[in-house]
């Protein structure tokens, strides 16, 4: 794409309202927009990351078999009435429709995909399934202060497995357990992203929280010295001991919950009447879990913990593009790179902008955050090539342009 | 995908409180699931359908320019007043957060794309440019009785232009024009889609619909027998003549309004004070333009006029499969056929259920309504092949198992 063409422009200037860093850099580099408190629209450079972290979730999903769907946002007053947690839920918002009737805009599904599932589920044949989405969810929080990492409004993957067995859910949570390890690698942040045990609040004892080290974070998690195992606060406070190996020397670390998986046993199929039949013709309600992942949430974690005072470092995997290409002086050579890299299939964010000085441009090319920068010049030209710089490197190597694609792989 | 692992099923019976036709269809077929009046959720079939509507806009919106962006649900009071539809607009849905302040949930999105595209304009250089997004849509509908043609929540394609001057906004809206009549072409419904005269509201004379003829459209537009220009209801009522060509006889024709677009010349651009200064640097009103296309009304407008007395005929450009394969008695050979069509790129649902009746595999194909059907069976190998039949046509073929490929296209 030309950056000319691209309609949003970096700023300079942090804005007032915004403390958290993620929102800062995002919004100066014009990825995302702020509506209000808590509420971010994703501009051009923004969902493109965005769609491409939702991508890498989607393979990792569907490897586990996972069946996509889309649930609506709006959901009967029943359906929560059904759960108890239509008047328990704090953060749920509750809007009133044309004929006077009340509907909870959905902060999380199992209310819709607890009846949605029921009529194609009667034998324990019909077992086990898998469903995920990509939805909006909405949620009343009280603090709204960390830019991306808590909105009111965001697009989280939610995942629902249902199962005849304990057994078979539990290989089923492993499987999970393994995607999600996967999926918080291929975006960037595998090695500072810790499971942690957390508490499985009335039906399991320990749920997993994947929690990525981050000195912004609102939550803490304690590292056992011992095993290395990580532990959230709420357990920690509980019995101050490791849950896999009784240690009790810790370190403690900020972190940012990325995502969660949850065995939810029949907390949900009990008030809709979730059941099969087993081999034997008897009926017996059907186990299932749930496993979220935030994607403005990772999102916001890579900025928060892979950025500099420069600006964005992003990963390969989720750039907006692969390379930044930075025209100073030579508008026609670069034109023909360009071209030639957009044949070659190579995402190219080429910043053909006049009239901006060489800079402007490095500037907003660290802000931006894009991996590979190749830099064509009178002098880079003289020197026998285009200069390549990687966002993450200090230094830059002059390179013949017939070696561009062999060097940003 | 195989058939025995897909989650959902078809329902012999229609759903008693649906009179829609599209959305018994759907619902019978497991492409959707009705959660109240107005709102549904798209099932694994019929996200397949949805995904490939979505990209065809996009491949169309792209080519004329637009940036993909994605807009926030829940708006500020504020942006709403500014325009005065705050208390206009009956469909508003309204909720109120955590601190009491009150928000509108978008039914469209010129009170969000007004004040975010403001920052980045500032002289007629930086025009012109559109923005568009796919997001879902909240409106108070009184009458939510058209399945998914008619929602309180539905998915939107609506883009945005901004411009410096009539002759450029003239120029774009004409290019929109043709990418609707594309988009409309490559989902299946171009022949059934006419553009329609439509009110321009308070400030330009015409708008233009998109209007596909249905004998279940709520619309009615009157089609010029000069010049066959359509026109709506609201048109033909003021001004008895054809606007295009001042013929005044018409045929009279039921539809359902697939997409619009409309000139909304300063309407937004005041209320917001979204300006640009031109070469003389005079302050100037950008000029707007808004382009929308409802992804489920286009789903269930070729739901309701291209399906049979059996089920739904997809066109392949949006089908959910391009192949449903039977497999009858023989599925070791189905096996391999499946395996080698997989591996060449073909979209196949696989009916490898077993304990289900031949008759009952047709009817759900019926049903289902993927393009092409290849039944395998002892008796279609014993023939010399697979039996291979459209969808839309009553015939079928013997074909050899290595001309599948060359007959599916």
Redesign the interface.
């Known amino acids: 794409m030309k950056q000319s ?5 970096t ?1 300079r200037e942090t804005p007032k309202d915004e403390i958290a860093k993620n929102a800062q850099l995002l919004i100066r580099a014009g990825f995302i ?1 702020k ?2 408190a808590g ?6 450079l ?2 493109k990351v ?1 769609k491409k972290i939702e991508n890498i979730i989607r393979e990792e999903i569907n490897a586990i ?1 996972g ?10 007053k029943e359906n929560w009435e059904k759960t108890g947690r239509w008047d328990s839920l ?2 749920l ?3 009133t ?3 006077e009737r009340e ?1 909870a ?1 959905g902060p999380t599904h199992e209310e ?1 995909v607890v009846p ?2 029921k ?2 589920i009667s034998s324990y044949r ?1 077992l086990p ?1 898998s ?1 995920y989405h990509f939805q ?1 969810k ?1 949620r ?3 603090r709204a202060k960390s830019g991306i990492l808590r909105g ?2 965001f697009i989280m993957k939610d995942l629902y497995s249902f199962h005849s067995t304990k057994e078979d859910f539990e290989e089923y949570y492993q499987k999970a357990k393994e995607a999600y390890i996967n999926i918080f690698d291929r975006v960037g942040i595998g090695e500072l992203t810790h499971i942690a045990f957390a508490s499985g609040g009335s039906f399991s004892k320990y749920s997993h929280e994947f929690q990525t080290i981050s000195s912004t974070g609102e939550d803490v998690i304690y590292i056992c010295k011992k095993c290395s195992v990580a532990i959230n606060k709420e357990i920690i406070d509980k019995q101050k001991e490791c849950p896999e190996c009784e240690g009790d020397d810790f370190e403690e670390k900020k972190s940012i919950e990325v995502g969660n998986i949850f065995d939810l046993k029949t907390k949900f199929s009990d008030p809709f009447g979730l059941e099969y039949k087993d081999i034997d013709g008897n009926r017996k309600p059907v186990l299932m879990g749930c496993y979220g992942i935030g994607l403005g949430r990772v999102l916001g974690t890579i900025v928060e913990t892979l950025s500099d005072d420069k600006g964005i470092i992003w990963p390969k995997s989720v750039a907006p593009f692969r390379v930044h290409l930075l025209s100073l002086d030579q508008n026609q050579k670069s034109k023909e790179i360009y071209d030639d890299l957009i044949k070659k299939g190579i995402e190219v964010l080429f910043d053909d902008r006049e009239g901006v000085s060489a800079g402007e441009k490095f500037k907003d090319s660290d802000l931006i955050g894009i991996p590979y920068r190749i830099i064509i010049s009178e002098k880079s030209l003289k020197s026998g090539g285009v200069e390549l710089k990687k966002r993450n490197e200090d230094k830059s190597d002059i390179i013949k342009i017939e070696e561009i694609i062999s060097k940003i792989d």
Chains 1, 2 share one sequence.
């Open positions: 063409k691209l309609f949003t422009k700023r927009n509506e209000m509420v971010y629209s994703y501009l051009p923004g969902l965005l078999g069946q996509e769907l889309l649930m609506s946002s709006l959901h009967p704090d953060v918002y509750k809007v429709d044309s004929l509907n805009l819709i949605l599932a009529p194609f019909d399934f469903v909006n909405f009343k929080e009280v009111r409004e």
